[in-house]
């Protein structure tokens, strides 16, 4: 699977747009770039992802660049709750393999009032 | 809205002694994994399983770990025989394809 880069930590007013980057350089055509988040101790919390097109749901959009080499995630209103280390994760589907998730250090976001 | 549970949420052992973490993955799913956290650390995988049988392990899955699907619902990993540097937050995961993994809130061991 792919590296990927994000920067250690980013701070947020509360209300205003969190916009956490990523790159992925070395992205191949199969991969796909996958965005979870940790809040404190809890178990990682599947966010979104996306393949070459945006994305959009209800928790946030996905912006990957035209050569997908890296993305943003876009959280449109932080709130406090929102304080939590996001992870961005590139690799492939295979229905016949183990489909492992390799987390990095990942961007320590604080929402702050 | 389904979600993966785990129990129990914190297990305190002595070195040497055996433990079984138990995972209810999301009923319709059909791949499931086990991760950890040691304190402070990044997240690891340990070891992914479909249709009845491992489908990839880490280097860290190593004799003194197993995992087993006993009945239609749970999904257990155990260790033989634990040692202090177990001590971390297991986390299991499920997944109706390959696509997102949903996990479960932990259950974090701690070994004397």
């Known amino acids: 699977d792919a590296k990927t880069t994000q920067p250690t930590s980013m701070d947020c007013a509360e209300g205003r747009a969190a916009n956490l980057p990523c790159n992925h350089s070395?992205?191949?055509?199969?991969?796909?770039v996958y965005w979870y988040r940790q809040i404190h101790s809890q178990g990682p919390q599947y966010i979104i992802h996306?393949?070459?097109n945006n994305e959009t749901n209800e928790m946030a959009s996905l912006i990957i660049t035209e050569d997908r080499k890296s993305s943003t995630l876009i959280l449109p209103h932080a709130t406090l709750r929102d304080t939590a280390v996001y992870y961005c994760?590139?690799?492939?589907?295979?229905?016949?393999?183990?489909?492992?998730?390799?987390f990095g250090g990942g961007t320590r976001l604080m929402v702050k009032p | 809205e389904p979600e993966v549970t785990q129990t129990p949420s914190h297990q305190v052992t002595q070195m040497g002694q055996e433990v079984i973490l138990r995972c209810v993955p999301i009923?319709?799913?059909?791949?499931f994994y086990w991760y950890r956290q040691i304190l402070g650390q990044k997240v690891e995988f340990l070891v992914s399983?479909?249709?009845?049988?491992?489908?990839?392990k880490s280097e860290i899955f190593d004799d003194q770990f197993s995992v087993e699907r006993p009945d239609g619902s749970n999904f257990t990993l155990k260790i033989r025989s634990t040692k202090l540097e177990d001590s971390a937050m297991y986390f299991c995961?499920?997944?109706?394809?390959?696509?997102?993994?949903?996990f479960g809130p932990g259950t974090r061991l701690t070994v004397l």
């Open positions: 995961a499920s997944s109706a394809g390959a696509g997102e993994q949903f």
């Open positions: 070395t992205i191949s055509g199969n991969e796909y």
């Open positions: 996306g393949l070459k």
């Open positions: 994760i590139v690799r492939s589907r295979n229905n016949n393999a183990g489909n492992m998730l390799t």
């Open positions: 009923s319709n799913h059909l791949y």
């Open positions: 399983f479909y249709n009845n049988e491992i489908s990839e």
